[in-house]
């Protein structure tokens, strides 16, 4: 089975992009705090590439 390249073709659509990416994802954590005990938290991280 060959598949196309898609990478390499012309984009069907005119609109640029300046960043894609993932806004708001939500990871649980555990931290250490000063008292070296432990604290959990959730984190939110966006990624992008630009």
Known sequence: ??????QSSAPENKILLDK???KGFKYPI???????????TIAEINFYVD
Not at 30 to 40: D, F, I, W, Y
Request: proline residues 0%; glycine residues 10%; without cysteine.
């Open 20 to 22: 894609v990416g993932i």
């Open 30 to 40: 555990t931290v250490l705090n000063r008292e070296k005990g432990l604290q959990h």
């Open 1 to 6: 089975m060959k598949l196309k390249d898609i």
